[in-house]
């Protein structure tokens, strides 16, 4: 899972990322890299008008709500942005099921796309379209913190959701140190490799400030069912959870409502919302798809994409991503700020302290 609204951060970094980089709709509504990037990719002649039909066409495929104002909104709200300033079109289908990724890929390649876009790495299983001849006159771009495989038309952003998980739980232990709290929850939807793994970094980052801190994980079975999360909350918070970490999905704002009406500190799935108040975030955990999305975007503008690469997106070297406390104190920004410094200069083994302290 990716990492990661381009609500803000997004317009104002594409410049810098794309630099980085190499050197509200219903779900089914259409409208109208630097260090860590693997060398030896090639531009595809005609970027941005891939298939030379005189228009630019970004065909953009979600496996969340894209309206759920935060991961899976961002990265279609950065394509829809820049595509705007160029003049472009974009289409977009969000919540598809990974068992459809493959025919959805096609349907849009059919539709003359220049870009096919996936929103994040579950819908890996459509990657295989690129290589068929109903895909031959497009390029890819899909956003990965797991193994995805790398054909010659794909570009690959990725991170490693250690590193911000273990900031965000990090951030979180500094906030719990304050309260004198030592219970925390994370309430999710499947019970994936992706979302487990995340929780057992949280886990980790916290114990680094609150050595005993317990968290309490519920795994809903559904990202956008936001009547199951807030059931989750409620019970999280009868059990005197302090903490309530919603991850990712349309029922990010019901369940952060409901712990933040109930006190209990609030943390955001993939972008900065530092500023909003309804609901109220006390930590921003920043991985956030638009960005990333535009700065490849910028690229491909330029006719500089380069596919068949990966860029890795590092904690502490890279704009994103990163983790804020919204309100802190001097010390608690000392303190994050060297955190995440120590993280890019590699002087905090992330995967390391996951293990030791995650169980």
């Not at 819908?123 to 295989?128: F, G, Q, S, V, W």
């Not at 704002?253 to 993939?270: C, V």
């Not at 500089?304 to 904690?315: A, D, I």
């Amino acid at each position: 899972m990716t990492l990661r609204t381009a609500k803000g951060p997004a317009a104002v970094l594409a410049g810098a990322l794309a630099f980085a980089l190499f050197g509200c709709a219903s779900n089914d509504a259409s409208a109208p890299s630097a260090a860590g990037t693997a060398s030896g990719g090639t531009t595809q002649a005609g970027q941005p008008d891939v298939n030379g039909d005189g228009k630019v066409v970004i065909g953009v495929l979600s496996p969340g709500d894209i309206n759920d104002k935060g991961y899976y909104e961002s990265f279609v709200v950065g394509a829809e942005k820049f595509a705007t300033s160029k003049g472009w079109q974009v289409i977009k289908r969000g919540s598809v099921p990974a068992t459809e990724a493959l025919a959805a890929a096609r349907a849009l390649c059919q539709q003359g796309v220049d870009m096919v876009a996936l929103g994040a790495s579950e819908l890996k299983d459509a990657i295989p379209a690129s290589e068929e001849p109903v895909c031959a006159k497009t390029a890819w771009y899909v956003p990965s913190s797991e193994n995805v495989p790398q054909t010659p038309r794909t570009v690959i952003s990725s991170d490693d959701p250690n590193q911000s998980m273990l900031a965000a739980g990090y951030a979180t232990g500094l906030l719990m140190q304050q309260k004198n709290a030592t219970k925390a929850g994370f309430v999710t939807g499947m019970e994936a490799d992706f979302s487990v793994n995340a929780a057992k970094a949280f886990k980790a980052g916290i114990r680094m400030v609150v050595p005993k801190a317990e968290l309490v994980t519920t795994y809903t079975g559904d990202f956008n069912d936001s009547a199951k999360a807030r059931e989750a909350v409620q019970a999280q918070l009868s059990q005197g959870v302090k903490v309530i970490y919603p991850y990712l999905g349309g029922a990010t704002d019901a369940a952060a409502k409901l712990a933040a009406d109930g006190g209990a500190i609030t943390l955001t799935p993939g972008t900065d919302r530092c500023d909003s108040t309804d609901p109220r975030f006390d930590i921003s955990v920043i991985f956030d798809p638009g960005a990333y999305f535009a700065a490849a975007l910028e690229l491909f503008a330029k006719g500089e994409m380069q596919l068949g690469t990966t860029k890795v997106w590092h904690l502490g070297k890279d704009a994103y991503p990163t983790v804020k406390i919204c309100s802190p104190t001097a010390e608690q920004t000392q303190k994050m700020d060297a955190f995440i410094a120590d993280v890019g200069a590699d002087k905090i083994d992330t995967k390391a302290e996951v293990a030791k302290l995650g169980s």
